[in-house]
């Protein structure tokens, strides 16, 4: 499912105009990433979290130079879905 997919579902069932939709959309997911931008974790209660996940420095291998490489510690976002959403889907 694409956002142009959500965006017409959520006009159908609301009633609401795609231009519209789509902007609210648009401004929920700018929240999210300014959220996460500044270091803080959403919390969508019966839906999930999105999270900052922390990875330790770790020492790798550049197999086609047969070099190690040291990648330093760094943050990722992750999506970890609820309990309740876990079960829906199984």
């Known amino acids: 499912m694409t956002k142009a997919d959500i965006v017409n579902q959520i006009a159908?069932?609301?009633?609401?105009?795609?231009?519209?939709v789509q902007a609210?959309?648009?401004a929920f997911m700018?929240?999210?990433?300014?959220?996460?931008?500044?270091?803080?974790n959403v919390y969508l209660r019966g839906f999930g979290s999105f999270?900052?996940?922390k990875r330790?420095?770790?020492v790798?291998?550049?197999i086609s130079k047969n070099t190690t490489i040291?990648?330093?510690e760094h943050n990722i976002p992750a999506f970890k879905p609820s309990k309740s959403f876990i079960a829906e889907i199984k």
């Open 12 to 20: 159908k069932s609301t009633g609401v105009e795609k231009i519209q």
């Open 24 to 26: 609210i959309v648009e």
């Open 30 to 40: 700018d929240s999210v990433k300014e959220a996460m931008t500044d270091g803080q």
């Open 51 to 53: 999270i900052i996940k």
């Open 56 to 58: 330790a420095m770790k």
């Open 60 to 62: 790798a291998r550049n």
């Open 70 to 72: 040291t990648i330093p």
